[in-house]
């Protein structure tokens, strides 16, 4: 496939979680071995990433966690999968306090969020609001 975009008739995946998977191989620093091995096309989605909301073929991100598989095993993969489901929740918790302030006629926001701690217990989360 020669395109970067995904047609409504294909599987895709959005623009920002292969954003995220290269935030993963860059702070492993792998990203230039995996470019190498990466298909075309991916390899170069790699040089110019999608923009966060953009509808891409599964094929590039599949290529991707492929390789960071080969590279890293399986706990790689599942660093990946939770590092995902990590941010995503934050988002979604951010979004909803910034609801809340809303609902309650406050103008304001909520800062990203802060790991404070993160281990088998769970985590702890730590936003910052600030509301007028």
């Not at 492993?28 to 891409?56: F, H, V």
Request: glycine share 10%; hydrophobic share 40%.
């Amino acid at each position: 496939m020669d395109s970067t975009v995904a047609t409504p008739r294909e599987r895709g995946y959005l623009g920002s979680a292969f954003r995220l998977t290269l935030d993963l191989i860059d702070n492993k620093g792998w990203r230039d071995r995996i470019r190498a091995e990466a298909p075309p096309e991916t390899a170069r989605m790699m040089d110019k990433p999608p923009s966060p909301l953009s509808w891409i073929p599964a094929a590039r991100l599949e290529d991707l966690e492929d390789l960071v598989e080969k590279h890293g095993g399986r706990d790689a993969a599942c660093e990946l999968g939770l590092l995902g489901i990590r941010r995503s929740l934050f988002d979604v918790t951010r979004g909803n306090l910034q609801y809340v302030l809303e609902l309650c006629g406050a103008s304001g926001d909520v800062g990203a969020p802060q790991i404070v701690r993160h281990d088998d217990r769970g985590a702890l989360v730590r936003f910052n609001a600030r509301w007028a």
